[in-house]
């Protein structure tokens, strides 16, 4: 079986552009050919939402892929673009009834597990899978986790969002005890003003403390990532010349060498 690298995007500080990775990564990927299931694992469906899906309409959602185990996974599926080099964004939605789930999964055994199990089923289909993960400290993150080779934190260039790193790499850190593995994780820098000193001294703090542990690309501030929002488009399919889109493109490179590397996260210590 042909086994796609997994991300979770996770912050527990809201307003990091932690859906804004999911999506514009995922379609940076796809320009390169790459075919990349994205994957909404927050009750509130941002990321469905941004890809012009309405949460309260939807049939069958990653609440029925997770819970049910009669349900054909591809059902929860839905195909968004398709480009002509072969690259693709496919989408397994949320709305409210993740929220439903929540207490179920919590109170089950290996309920955090769940979701892991049941992204198998895709592994033939897709390169790259992202999971957009939920902000509040539950199972859903926890199952984000877990189910990932590698965890993104897209922090801004700030210092009040040292303190949502500081929570978040504190929750890996007990999901690592928990599971006795080591979780690989990498902060990638957003909303960077080159203009402001506080964004040239975070920039340099959150590179200081975390060393190996950042993208070399950054993502700097673009009001075209608003005009994507209103379209409810990747910015890359908006856009490839714009600043935001090209830095996306940037980290996409980089994830790209380092999986052709061999240096990506979880798999290629457990290989």
Same mark, same amino acid.
């Given at each position: 079986?042909?086994?796609?690298?997994?991300?979770?995007?996770?912050?527990?500080?809201?307003?990091?552009?932690?859906?804004?990775?999911?999506?514009?990564?995922?379609?940076?990927?796809?320009?390169?050919?790459?075919?990349?299931?994205?994957?909404?694992?927050?009750?509130?469906?941002?990321?469905?939402?941004?890809?012009?899906?309405?949460?309260?309409?939807?049939?069958?959602?990653?609440?029925?892929?997770?819970?049910?185990? =009669?349900?054909?996974?591809?059902?929860?599926?839905? $195909? *968004? %673009?398709?480009?002509?080099?072969?690259?693709? #964004?496919?989408? &397994?939605?949320?709305?409210?009834?993740?929220?439903?789930?929540?207490?179920?999964?919590?109170?089950?055994?290996?309920?955090?597990?769940?979701?892991?199990?049941?992204?198998?089923?895709?592994?033939?289909?897709?390169?790259?899978?992202?999971?957009?993960?939920?902000?509040?400290?539950?199972?859903?993150?926890?199952?984000?986790?877990?189910?990932?080779?590698?965890?993104?934190?897209?922090?801004?260039?700030?210092?009040?969002?040292?303190?949502?790193?500081?929570?978040?790499?504190?929750?890996?850190?007990?999901?690592?005890?928990?599971?006795?593995?080591?979780?690989?994780?990498?902060?990638?820098?957003?909303?960077?003003?080159?203009?402001?000193?506080? =964004?040239?001294?975070?920039?340099?703090?959150?590179? $200081? *403390? %975390?060393?190996?542990?950042?993208?070399?690309? #950054?993502?700097? &501030?673009?009001?075209?990532?608003?005009?994507?929002?209103?379209?409810?488009?990747?910015?890359?399919?908006?856009?490839?010349?714009?600043?935001?889109?090209?830095?996306?493109?940037?980290?996409?490179?980089?994830?790209?060498?380092?999986?052709?590397?061999?240096?990506?996260?979880?798999?290629?210590?457990?290989?």
């Amino acid at each position: 079986m042909k086994t796609p690298y997994v991300f979770a995007t996770a912050n527990q500080k809201g307003g990091v552009g932690k859906t804004t990775t999911a999506i514009t990564l995922g379609s940076s990927l796809s320009i390169f050919g790459y075919r990349v299931l994205l994957v909404d694992l927050d009750p509130q469906a941002s990321l469905t939402n941004h890809l012009a899906v309405e949460p309260e309409k939807l049939e069958y959602s990653v609440a029925n892929l997770i819970i049910s185990d =009669s349900f054909s996974p591809n059902e929860a599926v839905i $195909n *968004k %673009y398709r480009l002509k080099n072969g690259g693709c #964004i496919d989408l &397994i939605p949320s709305n409210i009834n993740l929220a439903r789930i929540e207490a179920e999964l919590s109170v089950s055994k290996g309920g955090g597990l769940k979701l892991k199990e049941k992204l198998k089923f895709f592994y033939d289909n897709y390169d790259y899978i992202i999971i957009d993960s939920s902000p509040a400290l539950s199972v859903l993150l926890i199952s984000a986790v877990v189910a990932s080779d590698e965890i993104i934190i897209p922090v801004m260039s700030d210092f009040l969002s040292a303190r949502g790193v500081d929570l978040l790499l504190s929750t890996i850190e007990k999901i690592e005890k928990a599971l006795d593995s080591r979780c690989t994780y990498r902060l990638l820098i957003t909303m960077f003003d080159r203009r402001t000193n506080s =964004s040239l001294k975070s920039l340099d703090y959150f590179k $200081n *403390k %975390y060393k190996d542990t950042h993208f070399n690309s #950054i993502i700097n &501030i673009d009001t075209r990532f608003r005009d994507a929002s209103m379209i409810r488009k990747p910015l890359t399919y908006i856009d490839v010349h714009s600043r935001g889109a090209l830095d996306y493109i940037n980290v996409a490179r980089e994830i790209i060498g380092d999986f052709n590397n061999g240096v990506n996260g979880r798999r290629a210590k457990d290989e």
